[in-house]
């Protein structure tokens, strides 16, 4: 479904999952997630009874969802998929976003995790979660590749974590250099990993 067909709710989560991207949750404010999602104003208190948190959460499980789905869409155009063929795409997304967009938006999980770990623990739980459910269909996405399922777990998470690091580096440098290093040197690991 087009986002000009999504209903004002979901356009109100998917704008706060993109502002939390750029600035973080604490800077992130209600009117402006309404303005930016063209939302009539008394629909926050309508479709999120549970304030700014019970939003954070949903934009946060949103954008889990949306990175799971990635691998399910990376998976169907590799030919053949290969673990650091998986990977490779994986960092070209944001090679891509960063070379068109600039370095101004990251992931909204990391955002979340930096601007709210200490004073939130349900956040910081649901940050955590979400991480997992992007994991998940990594990890399964290896074993179908050939990755032992013991060890499948570890690199997915490996995977995961390099790639938000390089990331978050890249943001830093404002130069994607990062993202290239992290899946030229993970790529000999990730094949020696087919069994």
Known sequence: MARTEWSPRERIVYSAAQLIRTQGVSATGLREIVAHAKAPRGSLQHYFPGGKD???REALAWSS???????AYFMSTLEPPTPSGLFAAMVDQWRQEFTTRGFARGCPLVA???DTA???DDLRE???SCFRDWQSPLREALTTMGVRAARADSLALLMLSALEGA???ARAHRDVAPLDSVATELAPLLEGAVA
């Open 65 to 71: 969802r949306f990175a799971a789905g990635r691998i």
């Open 126 to 128: 649901v940050a955590s």
């Open 112 to 114: 979340a995790v930096t």
């Open 54 to 56: 019970q939003l954070v």
């Open 118 to 120: 200490a004073a939130s």
């Open 167 to 169: 990331i978050v580096i």
